[in-house]
């Protein structure tokens, strides 16, 4: 059924009909509407069922979904941005005991200095943290993506973070068309716990392992990440089949069949990316757009074969590593290792900063490419501030 919602509405409405037992609450923004949506969908008695559980951080949102999880019910929480480094303790014990919660990334940038607005920054930051990571392009995307993040965190068994960029998606209106509850009961079964901790039978879980033992873990949760890309896209697949719309797997091709360029971009930019080689293909040009939906685990086969033709690829993020630079440039790079492939980095959208076709339109035309590239940046600002450390600064006195 078809309706004119914002995002996180969209989403709280999404993820009701998946039918979680526990929802744990701490609002920040942009991800407050969302569990402020379930929050009234559950005192309104439209989610039955489901105990809603306001707590008293972040910290303690996931540490929630951790215990209801490992007892053996469905679980639900969202964050964004500093909350999320608040729970990181918590972000790493979900994957390493192997619990299916589901939880909402509503991107945000990291201070200081503080800035709510939308970049990468916070998803990088647990990019090796050991959960699946799926990135929306759109509210339509967010809302299927929901849905089928709970059956692959089910069957891998292991948690699963759905990325929507904020503000841009979460707070943005949008006609979505969201399935019944008998539609996403028949797509996605009751929930049969791979844990159950009983007082009766009892077990543990997430205990001290030594030196002979912790690599032997840690192996096994990345071949357990490896595995799961045949998960996703099957995932991605079957959600197709039932409800007509290609909003999941691992990436989505646009345009790709002639392109010699092509960028490569996470989340909802994509759009604008698309609209602009639109306009510069009618006028001859020859570019495509590559978006990872699979962030984690990362889809190098797929990315290796979708690139296969391309001459050039340009990395779009909204993320970069101070001091190397961009992050997935860093592994778009290593993908085509070994290939001739021209890889160059752009760096945009951090805090918010608008990414216009205007900009993405110059950057393709202009001919010299640094290999990294900050889109739309106020370089008057930084030749005022910015004071190279020249070499007579490394000159130590007084044995410093």
Not at 21 to 27: L, T
Not at 39 to 50: I, M, Q, W, Y
Not at 82 to 106: D, F, K
Not at 204 to 219: D, K, L, N, Q, S
Request: charged share 25%.
């Amino acid at each position: 059924m078809l309706f004119q919602l914002e995002g996180s509405q969209a989403v709280a409405r999404a993820v009701a009909l998946c039918r979680p037992k526990i929802v744990c609450a701490y609002p920040i923004t942009p991800q407050t509407h969302i569990v402020e949506g379930l929050g009234e969908l559950v005192r309104s008695g439209k989610l039955t069922d489901c105990e809603y559980i306001n707590v008293e951080s972040e910290m303690g949102a996931l540490s929630v979904a951790i215990g209801s999880e490992a007892a053996g019910v469905r679980s639900y929480t969202a964050t964004s941005s500093q909350g999320l480094l608040y729970m990181m303790e918590a972000v790493y014990n979900a994957s390493g005991m192997e619990l299916p919660i589901v939880m909402t990334l509503g991107n945000r940038a990291i201070g200081a200095p503080i800035n709510i607005w939308n970049d990468h920054t916070d998803a990088m930051s647990v990019r090796d943290a050991g959960w699946i990571m799926l990135f929306a392009e759109t509210n339509q995307e967010a809302v299927d993506l929901h849905i089928q993040a709970f059956k692959i965190a089910e069957k891998v068994k292991c948690p699963v973070m759905v990325c929507v960029d904020g503000f841009i998606l979460t707070h943005a209106y949008e006609r979505v068309d969201l399935p019944t509850q008998e539609e996403v009961d028949d797509f996605l079964p009751l929930y049969d716990p791979h844990i159950s901790l009983d007082p009766k039978n009892p077990k543990a879980i997430g205990t001290m392992v030594p030196p002979g033992y912790f690599m032997e873990v840690r192996c096994l949760a990345h071949k357990k990440q490896i595995d799961a890309l045949g998960v996703v896209e099957c995932v991605g697949n079957k959600f197709k089949e039932k409800f007509g719309r290609d909003s999941g797997g691992l990436v989505r091709e646009y345009n790709l069949e002639k392109a010699k360029t092509v960028i490569v971009t996470m989340g909802s930019v994509a759009g604008t990316i698309k609209d602009t080689i639109d306009e510069l293909n009618e006028k001859g040009g020859k570019y495509g757009v590559l978006s990872i939906v699979s962030y984690r685990p990362f889809p190098t086969e797929a990315i290796q074969n979708a690139l296969k033709n391309a001459k050039k690829v340009v990395v779009l993020e909204k993320a970069f590593a101070v001091g190397i630079g961009g992050i997935l440039f860093q592994e778009i790079s290593l993908a085509l290792k070994n290939t001739k492939t021209e890889v160059k980095s752009v760096i945009a959208g951090l805090g918010g900063r608008a990414i216009t076709a205007d900009m993405i339109k110059e950057y393709l035309n202009s001919k010299n490419h640094d290999d990294m590239v900050f889109l739309g940046l106020n370089k008057e600002v930084i030749e005022k501030e910015y004071m190279p450390l020249g070499k007579e600064s490394c000159k130590c006195k007084n044995g410093f």
